[in-house]
């Protein structure tokens, strides 16, 4: 027997493991989105405690978070194309860019949407001046901040690469 150089192409050892990271969770998503409905329900009981009124949302909440999912959604599409139309692969950096900005403006998002939600439903019933326009301003910014969760999810899912693309 001879002793054949190592090729330097190939790992020595066993194989070396290979992160992976996994989508993101829908429990976790969830957990988020219940802090944040009770974040928002009680945020109108401290308002009307500490404070000489409670906070009107306007429409630049909801116009901002639709902003955030249309730019999240045009990312999502152009990084699609990028991956599964034309088949080419994102710089190491990108991709990791972008998982995080996924993954991020997910957690963010459903946050704001249940502290939103949370903030609506607390002013249901409820007989005070402007709690009508509150709820629906609060309900439309919960809307918003659920395409920001939306967007979000898509983004990530276009960056995933099949399993035979990544032996390469």
């Known amino acids: ?32 989105g219940l802090v944040g409905l009770v974040g928002g329900w009680l945020f109108h009981a401290y308002a009307d405690r500490q404070m000489t009124a409670a906070p009107v949302v306007t429409w630049a909440q909801p116009l ?43 957690y963010v998002g459903v946050l704001v949407a249940g502290g939103y939600l949370g903030y609506a439903l607390s002013w249901l019933g409820v ?3 402007l709690a009508e326009q509150r709820a629906v301003r609060s309900l439309i910014s919960a809307i918003a901040g659920a395409c920001v969760v939306a967007t979000a999810l898509l983004l990530e899912r276009a960056c995933r690469v099949r399993k035979d693309e990544n032996a390469t």
């Not at 599409?77 to 994102?90: E, I, M, Y």
């Open 127 to 129: 007989s005070a001046e």
């Open 64 to 106: 901002a978070l639709f902003f955030v999912a249309a730019i999240l959604g045009a990312t999502a599409w152009a990084t699609w194309r990028v991956v599964h139309v034309h088949r080419r692969r994102l710089l190491p950096h990108q991709a990791v860019n972008r998982l995080v900005l996924a993954r991020a403006c997910a």
């Open 1 to 32: 027997m001879r002793d054949v150089p190592p090729d330097p192409s190939e790992p020595e050892g066993p194989d070396e493991p290979r992160g992976s990271l996994q989508p993101t969770s829908p429990g976790v998503l969830t957990v988020w």
